[in-house]
Nanobody
Framework: VQLQASGGGLVQAGGSLRLSCAGS????????FAWFRQAPGKEREGVAY?????????VYSDSVKGRFSISRVSAENLVNMQMNSLRLEDTAVYSC???????????????????WGQGTQVTVSS
């Protein structure tokens, strides 16, 4: 089971980026999935979550709600996160995570996820 994150970069405030996380060795659509981010000196923060299986539940943190959008591309076994209206405070290392099941009360808890991709840096400049 492997996850590979990509798509980070440098963008001006107000701009957009799309992150992708590709799965290999398993069917990502069957797994609960989340994007986390960690800024220097801050704790890791869960920003977007998607349940696995047939009925999809998507949850966003208040800090990104209305600006970030997560979507699964089953044919390519990956999950995208479109990030719009980026702010300086969105600067962080973003990581993707997946696990077979994650209870809703734990979707923002990093230890609830068994599989992690490497981080990708997102830097928002003024």
């Amino acid at each position: 089971v492997q996850l590979q994150a990509s798509g980070g970069g440098l963008v001006q405030a107000g701009g957009s980026l799309r992150l992708s996380c590709a799965g290999s060795g398993f069917t990502l659509g069957n797994f609960a999935f989340a994007w986390f981010r960690q800024a220097p000196g801050k704790e890791r923060e869960g920003v977007a979550y998607s349940s696995g299986g047939g009925r999809t539940t998507i949850v966003y943190s208040d800090s990104v709600k209305g600006r970030f959008s997560i979507s699964r591309v089953s044919a390519e076994n990956l999950v995208n996160m479109q990030m719009n209206s980026l702010r300086l405070e969105d600067t962080a290392v973003y990581s993707c995570a997946a696990s077979r099941t994650v209870i809703l009360s734990a979707i923002r808890v990093p230890s609830a996820y068994a599989n992690w991709g490497q981080g990708t840096q997102v830097t928002v400049s003024s």
